[in-house]
Structure formats: C-alpha cells, structure tokens
C-alpha cells in the first residue's frame, strides 16, 4: 500500500525502504524519485518513468552477462530463450511484493489502492529502483541487488537448461508472462505399432503452437515445446510437421 505523508514523514519511509532493499544511499533524492508514481509527481520528469527505463537496462545487462558466463557453448538463440525464462515483467513483479515495496510508493491523490497495487505498477517500481541504485553506486550494487533475488531464477532454468528439457523452459515462461500452464495435444500419429510417429502440438491458454513429430510422445513434446519457444521469442520454428 503506498504511504500517506500525513501519518509517515518522507524521511521515515525512505529509511525503512533502504533496509528492505539492503543498500545505503549516498544520494536519498534519487531514491525518492524511484518511488514516486507518475501520479504524484509534480511533472513526469520528476516521476519513477525515466529510472524505470534505465533500470530495465541494467536488469538486462546484468542477466544476458550471468547467462552468457554460464552458458559458454550456447548461441545466440539458445540464450535469448534462457533469458525469457529468468526474468520478465511478471518476475519484476514478483520480487516486488516480496520485499513489499508496494508500500513505499507516493502515489498522488486518488490513487491509492484498496487492495494489491496492479502488477505492472509493481514491475515498474522494481525497475526503477534498479535504475536508482546504478545511479547511486555504480553497476556493482545494482548488480548485487540484481543477483539476490534472480539467482534463484537462474539455477532453476540453468537446471532445465543443461538437462535439454524444453518443456520445463516452455513451463516457465508460460507461467511468467501467460499466467497458464502448457498443455500437449496429440493431434496424429502414423505408422505400425512398433515403429510409431507422434504429432504433437504445445498450447498455452487459447494459442496452439505449431506442432512437430517425434518417435517417442515424450520426444514429440520436447519438440513442440521447443517450436513454441521459438515462436514466443520470433524465431524461425526448428520442427516443420506438414
């Protein structure tokens, strides 16, 4: 929820928020701007909007380094996919609830929620918090305040990732940005009992992914799963069906 300066001073909430966050600032105005919404701003120059887009930046940067030191053998593609699946506007989103900074934001009149504060608002303020710290320190504390909370996302697709298993990065993903959970249709399947193809398409909500074949269903998935991410991040699809 976000604070009402007549029962909290400015200088209170800005101390509070450095704790959550684990970092001092040298320069407690950039903080304050981080945390100021659009709508409780005097202009959008003074508003969270210019530090949102900075901090989107350095949250990229930060993860692509830490995916292409771990992930010597893969290209281009392969890390643009890893990267889908460890940080997104719904993972911004999320670490901001987690530390509640929600509650630190200045709203202006009217504005001020009864319930939880949107998700795009909350991924906005992440960011821009981001953005505020490399401001402040430099690269290295945004990067460690970065790391704290996206390294957990990291081992868990870097996991995924060694394993070859599309489908869990396709699980991801799906759940980050589409909130759903993919299901696999089979949609034909050809040849004698012991020498089966499968056709298999992955879904994700309403969306049907272009399917592929395998020998095995399992075999199948992986590929559809894999025709899907491709898809989601505007790649040339790597299994053709037809």
């Known amino acids: 929820m976000s604070q009402d300066l007549t029962t909290n001073t400015e200088a209170e909430i800005l101390e509070e928020c450095q704790n959550v966050l684990g970092y001092r600032f040298s320069r407690p105005e950039l903080l304050r701007a981080s945390l100021t919404h659009t709508s409780g701003a005097d202009t959008r120059q003074d508003s ?5 887009f900075l901090g989107d930046s350095v949250l990229g940067l930060v993860c692509v380094e830490q995916l292409y030191l771990r992930f010597p053998d893969y290209q ?3 890390l643009t996919k890893i990267k889908s699946a460890v940080v997104s506007r719904r993972t911004c989103a999320r670490i901001s609830r987690q530390l509640n900074l929600g509650d630190y934001l200045f709203l ?3 504005m001020h929620y009864a319930s939880a504060i949107p998700s795009n608002m909350l991924a906005d303020l992440y960011e821009s918090l981001v953005g505020a710290i490399y401001l402040d320190g430099g690269l290295q504390p945004a ?8 390294n957990p996302e990291i081992e868990q697709v870097a996991e995924a990732a060694h394993a070859g298993n599309y ?5 991801q993903i799906a759940q980050k940005e589409f909130n759903a959970t993919p299901a ?7 040849g004698p009992d012991h020498s089966k193809c499968f056709k298999i398409s992955a879904v994700v909500g309403r969306y049907h992914y272009p399917a592929a074949w395998g020998h095995t269903k399992k075999d199948a998935e992986q590929r559809a799963a ?3 991410l491709a898809m989601i991040n505007n790649e040339p699809i790597p299994f053709q069906a037809d």
């Open 167 to 171: 489908k869990s990065l396709l699980q």
């Open 76 to 78: 281009e593609g392969d």
């Open 108 to 110: 202006g009149k009217g």
């Open 184 to 190: 696999y249709h089979l949609l034909d399947e050809q």
């Open 226 to 228: 894999m025709n899907a």
């Open 48 to 52: 969270n909007e210019r530090m949102e």
């Open 143 to 150: 990067k460690e305040f970065i790391l704290k909370y996206l």
